[in-house]
């Protein structure tokens, strides 16, 4: 009897590994942080390679060409056009192009649904924003026009509108995925100011003679600023994302 018990025993441990094995192997492995289960899809990396390209590349170097080296680089030419404005064409032409490239991946990637998260939305504002930018820079007018500083006015204030919002998405959006970002994108928002500054600086050193210790004070000064009013910036966007979180 005892023999026959074992026997049933031995059967029953038997058939409930073989289970466990076909269990295990059919259940997929549990998810493994850049293995294949989380490969994020290349239109995502698309969108997200061409936005930042678009926005931080090829944008902010349209605001540099514009604010920072008219007077500097105003003797040279580029076609027959002044270099710093044939700068400021090609880099908002192709943050233009980045940007409507990475806007068409991510709707495709969407299988053409609009989403309506606060990334999408601002990124629809920004969009829009930046394609009226572009249709405004084709009806310049003349120098000489008496509408030429209201243009000005509207044609910064449309840009940089534009150029605000999509660095504060893509800050938001990078924030979530890891935290690091956030210190990443201040650095790269630090120096992209005190670079501006620099270039102002040089180029009012053209037009008068600022004497070197000037310089110096001047951006030190607003280096610091810079710093007091990232930290403020920064500790105003962390607060923003737990919120929507």
């Known amino acids: 009897m005892k023999i026959e018990n074992q026997s049933v025993n031995d059967k029953y441990r038997t058939t409930a590994a073989e289970n466990s094995i076909r269990i295990q192997e059919k259940t997929p492995p549990p998810p493994n942080k850049g293995g294949k289960h989380h490969q994020i899809p290349i239109k995502i990396k698309l969108h997200v390679w061409f936005a930042l390209f678009g926005w931080i590349a ?88 008496d509408f030429r500083i209201i243009f000005n006015y509207i044609h910064w204030l449309i840009g940089t509108m534009a150029h605000s919002l999509a660095l504060i998405n893509i800050l938001m959006s990078a924030i979530k995925k890891n935290k690091q970002f956030l210190w990443m994108f201040v650095s790269y928002l630090f120096i992209y100011l005190a670079f501006t500054d620099l270039l102002r600086k040089l180029d009012l050193n053209r037009l008068r003679s600022l004497s070197a210790k000037k310089i110096v004070l001047k951006t030190i000064a607003h280096y610091l600023s810079y710093f007091v009013l990232f930290t403020i910036f920064t500790l105003t966007i962390g607060m923003m994302i737990k919120i929507f979180d």
Do not use: E
């Not at 580029?78 to 710093?84: K, N």
């Not at 880099?91 to 980045?98: K, V």
């Open 58 to 145: 090829c944008i902010s170097s349209t605001i540099l060409c514009a604010r920072c080296t008219g007077d500097l680089w105003r003797d040279k030419k580029l076609f027959g056009i002044p270099l710093w404005y044939r700068l400021h064409q090609i880099t908002a032409i192709l943050g233009f192009i980045c940007n409507s490239i990475s806007i068409i991946v991510i709707v495709i990637q969407a299988d053409g649904k609009l989403k309506t998260n606060i990334h999408a939305i601002i990124g629809y504002v920004s969009t829009i924003l930046i394609t009226i930018q572009a249709m405004t820079g084709f009806l310049k007018p003349d120098n000489q026009s």
